[in-house]
């Protein structure tokens, strides 16, 4: 345990005695020693360096303006002693935390950890960190999570869609921190959004089924309670179906959870309809997983019996068999973008309005989708409930 400045203290030498103490009343008072600098601090570092702190200071925040051959030492110097400074008191000083927040729903999503890979790059380069949280699609988790990064002191903020909670928005305009959405296209917005169009490319998922001649169709959709997206795509789907005449079939629109076993059972609903349908339009590529999944495992081909769509385009959707075809996210520069909008710095309450950026996206086909077979095979559980119930 060390000993404090009180505990221990040193009387000056006897010949220094007029040089370290000073007379009271005819008697020298001896004076204590000032205590070395912490060690690991820029003062302990500077008084065993030669290097004053301030220019140690000054490698640290504007290493340009150190001559070369000083900031080479310097540099040197802190490596030698695995020197961190301390983020607190730099903010305090610059009034800036170096670092970003980004909230998405879920963190067990591929296409959200693109986003948030491409974010961090963008950051990253200009010298930020990244503080992720989740809010699980809910309105109130996310609110709690924009209060608990602002008081962290993010320099900026990132997060999915259009849906919040009021209690949000007013925090977020409070404080007046450079904001970006991302995952969908909203010109009214306050801030940037950087995404697409969910109506318009679901619309356009529908339309390449319906001109390859399908007219049965089932959604397995995201829940749209508090998520714009999946909302919006069932809106896309009706949309399309409804120009060309078509009304979905009581029962064919199922909402459910983004996971495999949710999907299996959604599909499996629709395959138990009067007259199933030959094509499936999905909210994600899990959905559409899922739902290729259950059909393989009750001997029904994809795509002769029935075709399946997916959107987002994760690694996995290409490396099934059939591979799914889906609607291309490209995650990575919507993160990126992302990060470029956050450096430049436009506050969420500034009166210019924001550099919004719309994507359009691509349908990649595979081979889960395909034309409707004239007479398909009328197949709809060939297995029995608990060979499925086992099937992982």
């Given at each position: 345990?060390?000993?404090s400045?009180?505990a ?30 912490p ?13 004053s ?8 925040n ?8 000083l ?33 998405v ?6 296409l959200?950890?693109?986003?948030v ?10 010298g ?5 949280a ?38 977020l305009?409070a ?8 995952c969908?296209?909203?010109s009214?917005a306050?801030?940037?959004?950087i ?50 005449g ?8 199922l ?14 609903a629709l395959l ?6 030959t ?34 385009n994760i690694?996995m ?9 889906t609607?291309?996210v490209?995650a990575t520069?919507i ?6 909008a ?20 691509e349908?990649i086909?595979?081979?889960s ?24």
């Amino acid at each position: 345990m060390g000993h404090s400045e009180s505990a221990i203290r040193k009387a000056a030498p006897t010949g220094q005695a007029a040089s370290a103490g000073r007379r009271r009343g005819g008697s020298r008072v001896a004076q204590p020693t000032p205590p070395p600098a912490p060690a690991g601090t820029l003062e302990a570092l500077a008084a065993g360096s030669g290097i004053s702190s301030a220019t140690l200071s000054r490698v640290l925040n504007h290493p340009e303006q150190v001559r070369a051959a000083l900031r080479e030492r310097a540099e040197q110097v802190l490596r030698d002693a695995g020197y961190v400074p301390h983020g607190a008191a730099r903010s305090l000083a610059s009034r800036r935390s170096r670092t970003m927040g980004a909230i998405v729903p879920t963190v067990d999503s591929a296409l959200f950890a693109k986003i948030v890979e491409g974010l961090q790059q963008a950051i990253h380069a200009d010298g930020y960190q990244l503080l992720l949280a989740s809010s699980s699609y809910s309105p109130q988790r996310e609110a709690a999570e924009v209060r608990a990064l602002l008081e962290r002191g993010v320099d900026g903020l990132m997060l999915v869609g259009r849906a919040r909670a009021t209690e949000t928005e007013a925090m977020l305009r409070a404080r007046g921190l450079p904001v970006a959405t991302t995952c969908h296209f909203d010109s009214a917005a306050h801030w940037p959004s950087i995404g697409w169009d969910n109506v318009r490319e679901a619309s356009r998922a529908a339309d390449y089924l319906l001109d390859i001649g399908h007219r049965r169709f089932g959604v397995i959709a995201g829940l749209s309670a508090d998520n714009d997206r999946a909302a919006d795509r069932i809106a896309g789907y009706r949309a399309a179906l409804a120009k060309r005449g078509i009304a979905l079939a009581p029962g064919a629109v199922l909402e459910r959870p983004y996971t495999v076993p949710e999907a299996r059972q959604a599909m499996a609903a629709l395959l138990r309809l009067p007259e199933p349908p030959t094509a499936v339009l999905c909210g994600n590529d899990i959905l559409a997983y899922g739902a290729l999944q259950e059909c393989l495992w009750r001997d029904l081909r994809v795509p002769g019996d029935v075709s399946i769509v997916g959107f987002d385009n994760i690694e996995m959707a290409a490396h099934c068999r059939p591979g799914i075809t889906t609607v291309d996210v490209p995650a990575t520069r919507i993160g990126e973008a992302a990060g470029r909008a956050l450096l430049a710095g436009r506050p969420a309450d500034a009166a210019a309005p924001p550099a919004h950026v719309c994507l359009e996206l691509e349908l990649i086909v595979r081979g889960s989708t395909a034309p409707p077979e004239p007479n398909p095979k009328a197949r709809r559980g060939a297995r029995p409930a608990g060979l499925l119930a086992t099937a992982s």
